[in-house]
């Protein structure tokens, strides 16, 4: 899905398919680059993701810019949009999840991340991230925080698959995860908004770099 996606990409920008020109259909890009058609799927999700494309019901994938958006958009949100709500909320909240979890909100997350660590399948592995993030705004006594995560949690999905495929972040992602759950487990508010803060800033950084082409 990578390979086909950078493929994409640099022709895009090299101007091979121009602003309002039509991409071949799935079955013609998987008969091209020798991929199945779900492979292709996910690499024009990518590119939608980055601003290269427009999907147009029925009608096919149009490219609609000849270099990526700053702000890559999953569903209805921008990874801006995205990003700075997790930092006004995911932060604090995983500081109360340190003050206020349960011995039961341990014992998920501990499961949860354990789970993780031995997910192979991306899919899987996506569905165990948004409810891990969901179970942290519940172990903080709030339900209005879980409220929140839940109204993103399908953009979240979506960015966090985008950041597998293309950043390459699981493994980062599980050991940040454990970091976050060490520190919540040790009840200290300042850790926990601390780990909660390192694994943001990664998940943007790495956002960046797709963007620029770094990765």
Excluded: C
Excluded at 121 to 144: C, E, K, M, R, Y
Excluded at 155 to 169: I, P
Excluded at 178 to 198: C, L
Aim: net charge negative.
């Amino acid at each position: 899905m990578e390979a086909v996606l950078a493929h994409l990409r640099r022709q895009i920008e090299r101007g091979e398919y121009a602003v309002g020109d039509k991409l071949p259909s799935e079955a013609a890009l998987g008969k091209e680059f020798e991929v199945s058609r779900s492979v292709v799927r996910e690499a024009l999700r990518g590119l939608q993701a980055l601003g290269l494309t427009e999907s147009k019901s029925g009608k096919g994938t149009f490219v609609t810019a000849t270099g990526p958006a700053e702000h890559p958009v999953f569903g209805p949100y921008s990874a801006r949009d995205l990003i700075e709500v997790r930092r006004h909320v995911e932060i604090p909240v995983a500081g109360y999840a340190a003050l206020r979890r349960s011995a039961d909100d341990l014992d998920l997350l501990g499961h949860l991340v354990e789970r993780m660590d031995a997910e192979t399948d991306n899919t899987a592995w996506v569905a165990l991230d948004s409810l891990f993030h969901i179970t942290i705004a519940q172990a903080s006594g709030n339900p209005v925080f879980g409220k929140v995560i839940e109204e993103i949690r399908d953009a979240l999905a979506r960015q966090s698959a985008f950041l597998n495929q293309l950043g390459d972040r699981r493994h980062r992602s599980n050991v940040e995860h454990r970091a976050i759950v060490t520190a919540i487990a040790d009840g200290s508010e300042t850790a926990a908004v601390e780990a909660m803060t390192a694994h943001l800033r990664h998940v943007e950084a790495t956002l960046t770099s797709i963007v620029n082409g770094d990765e």
